[in-house]
């Protein structure tokens, strides 16, 4: 799995999706990207308390389903906030990700993919900064069975792929 992490974070730092996916035996199912205006809106708990002392500048938020075509499939949600500098991005990442502090809401899995009862626990999370943004990626089970390395691997991947 390591080699097939390596090689499709490759694939996905140059946007080809498709590819990344690929190599982790995985693909495509469905997409949603959208960019909003309001990071404090779309946010709950100590990360919104944190986005009204310290306002974002942007807000991308992709939301896709993956498959393996034998009904093992995955969710996979990316928040790309972006702040007026890096400081205030790694800040962000710091209340992010303590688990229970609140959330970037992602897009409404059961609006924008069609799957209900499917939610993003937070156990797959993987976040990357970029430039003076902060990327954050979550994955979860949608059907079937998907193993954690396999969840963890497309957190990472997730993060290079086109938010928008």
Do not use: W
């Not at 498709?18 to 949603?32: H, N």
């Not at 797959?124 to 949608?142: C, F, G, L, S, W």
């Not at 691997?153 to 993060?159: E, G, K, R």
């Amino acid at each position: 799995m390591k080699a097939r992490r390596t090689s499709a974070r490759e694939s996905a730092k140059h946007g080809k999706t498709d590819e990344a996916l690929g190599k982790l035996r995985l693909k495509r199912l469905k997409r949603k990207a959208e960019r909003e205006l309001d990071c404090v809106a779309s946010s709950t708990g100590k990360v919104r308390e944190f986005l009204v002392r310290t306002p974002c500048t942007s807000l991308d938020r992709m939301l896709m389903a993956v498959g393996d075509g034998h009904g093992n499939a995955a969710v996979v949600s990316v928040v790309r906030v972006g702040f007026r500098n890096a400081k205030q991005a790694e800040a962000f990442e710091k209340v992010e990700r303590v688990q229970g502090s609140g959330d970037v809401r992602p897009l409404e899995i059961a609006a924008v993919l069609g799957l209900t009862g499917v939610h993003i626990t937070g156990h797959h999370y993987q976040p990357r900064p970029d430039k003076n943004a902060m990327i954050i990626a979550e994955t979860d089970i949608a059907t079937g069975h998907v193993d954690n390395a396999t969840l963890d691997a497309l957190a990472d991947i997730a993060t290079f792929l086109p938010v928008t």
